[in-house]
């Protein structure tokens, strides 16, 4: 017995408001004579997970929080199964439901102690973390240093021969060879060696090889984060020698370490939306020092597409660099054609998008006006049962009040969308066609600034076609442009 029902009164209660709700039932779960502290034991509730898992079911209803479980761990797991199959959870007796603003609260408590286990379980796991490259076992799992191999299971790294030997003769090119790191990169590519993940080698794979105290023995701890960092002697075999690894250290701190932003900036300000038709990589933007003929120093910027930074001469993208004036000239010129917005076939407009979501937007509001008139006929219908004298006043007003909240909600959202349609009417004032005549107009007035602004607030992305017409002049097209 529960609060003087029966199992069979619970059952016949939760079938009465899963047909008020207008809900399919796909099936009863009742572990009679079992006890709720624990799910392990109960054949139904593992019914129940299987199925919410296989999507046979999408919606919970449970007579009271009790009956699903007494255990707080096993509610916590519960409900975190019921979020990721998105599986609606409903108490009928505690006016729980996840679709009310009481039943949302519900959840977000349990949500805070799901938190506050999870906290518990991931310092639980940084200790045992620590513990272990304290030990002198290596934290890696997946990805290992270069030069090493460690199995699943397996506590301790194994030097892999071939990774070493290119691992000794980087440390050599670098320290004895003094070759720079760009060298090194470009010199292992060319051999077709491999980074550990099979990608290319660059400055910064080379420098984090050399910088790396695996090599003499150590494990590390915490790489990214400065101050939780420390190392330990660990149990695997090391390939540099302390002599030659610290004197790599005091060439590293010797050479600065330059890191380019390539953040678009006023007098390169078509960084940041272009894309190369060739590899569909991004342009960067590339500083070449010039001397005029007064002695004066001064640097003309040009672009470049990213992928030209790798080595290898097969993966390389073979479009070519282009100066900022040549895209400048490109990029008036091809607003210029634009003479009819919409004849425009080459640029992408988000209307159609906004069309689509307004569209949705009245699809919803229909839905929600049709669900109204729904709740409207079954109140009519309920308060029928109640004047024939099929249900008690208590069960009418429970129900009732079940339908009002709902019908609250409802409208509450109603009026919401209400508002958020009358504001896009607004802005569609101003058109994708509006942007593009002021542009047209503007453009040539704007300054630098303006320009970067404008192109940040309003360009999504442009694909130039980059040519090269003849030896050291290169001829520049825009193929597409997105607008946002």
């Given at each position: 017995m529960q609060e003087g029902f029966s199992i069979r009164g619970q059952t016949?209660?939760?079938?009465?408001?899963?047909?008020?709700?207008?809900?399919?039932?796909?099936?009863?779960?009742?572990?009679?004579?079992?006890s709720g502290k624990n799910i392990v034991d109960r054949p139904a509730i593992n019914r129940l997970i299987e199925d919410i898992k296989s999507g046979k079911v999408n919606n919970v209803l449970v007579f009271k929080v009790d009956r699903l479980t007494r255990n707080t761990k096993n509610l916590i797991e519960l409900v975190e199964l019921f979020e990721e199959y998105n599986c609606a959870f409903n108490s009928l007796t505690e006016s729980i439901d996840t679709d009310t603003p009481s039943g949302r609260m519900f959840l977000k408590i349990i949500g805070i102690f799901a938190e506050f286990e999870r906290e518990n379980l991931v310092s639980r796991l940084k200790m045992g973390f620590e513990r272990k490259?304290?030990?002198?076992?290596?934290?890696?799992?997946?990805t290992v240093s270069y030069g090493y191999i460690?199995?699943?299971?397996?506590?301790v790294q194994e030097v892999q021969p071939e990774e070493a030997r290119i691992v000794k003769e980087i440390f050599l090119m670098f320290v004895d060879e003094d070759m720079p790191m760009t060298k090194i990169a470009r010199t292992l590519n060319e051999r077709k060696i491999k980074a550990k993940m099979g990608g290319l080698w660059n400055t910064s794979t080379i420098r984090s090889v050399l910088s790396n105290s695996t090599y003499i023995g150590k494990v590390r701890y915490a790489t990214n984060d400065k101050e939780k960092y420390f190392e330990a002697d660990g149990h695997h075999e090391r390939i540099i020698s302390d002599e030659v690894f610290f004197r790599v250290q005091k060439k590293l701190k010797l050479i600065a370490s330059i890191t380019q932003t390539k953040r678009p900036k006023e007098n390169n300000y078509f960084c940041g939306v272009l894309i190369c038709s060739v590899c569909g990589g991004k342009y960067t933007t590339h500083h070449k020092p010039y001397t005029d003929e007064d002695g004066e120093k001064y640097y003309r910027t040009s672009y470049r597409c990213n992928n030209k930074r790798y080595y290898d001469a097969v993966i390389a993208c073979k479009s070519h660099n282009i100066i900022h004036d040549k895209l400048e000239r490109a990029f008036v010129e091809y607003i210029e054609r634009i003479n009819d917005f919409t004849e425009a076939e080459s640029i992408e407009l988000t209307e159609e998008n906004q069309d689509n979501k307004r569209r949705e937007q009245l699809e919803y509001i229909a839905i929600c006006e049709s669900k109204l008139s729904n709740l409207r006929d079954r109140k009519k219908r309920i308060m029928q049962r109640h004047v024939n004298g099929e249900i008690e006043f208590e069960e009418y007003r429970e129900l009732l009040d079940v339908l009002n909240e709902r019908f609250?909600?409802?409208?509450?959202?109603?009026?919401?969308?209400?508002?958020?349609?009358?504001?896009?009417?607004?802005?569609?004032?101003?058109?994708?066609?509006?942007?593009?005549?002021?542009?047209?107009?503007?453009?040539?007035?704007?300054s630098n600034k303006e320009k970067l602004m404008f192109l940040q607030r309003f360009v999504g992305r442009m694909v130039i076609v980059v040519e090269k017409e003849r030896r050291n002049w290169n001829i520049v097209s825009i193929k597409e442009v997105t607008f946002n």
């Open positions: 016949e209660k939760l079938k009465q408001y899963a047909l008020l709700k207008d809900w399919e039932i796909c099936n009863v779960y009742t572990d009679e004579g079992i490259v304290k030990e002198g076992y290596t934290l890696a799992t997946n460690k199995g699943k299971g397996q506590r609250e909600a409802l409208e509450s959202e109603l009026s919401k969308l209400s508002l958020e349609s009358a504001k896009e009417e607004e802005v569609d004032s101003t058109s994708h066609m509006d942007i593009i005549l002021s542009l047209k107009e503007s453009w040539s007035y704007f």
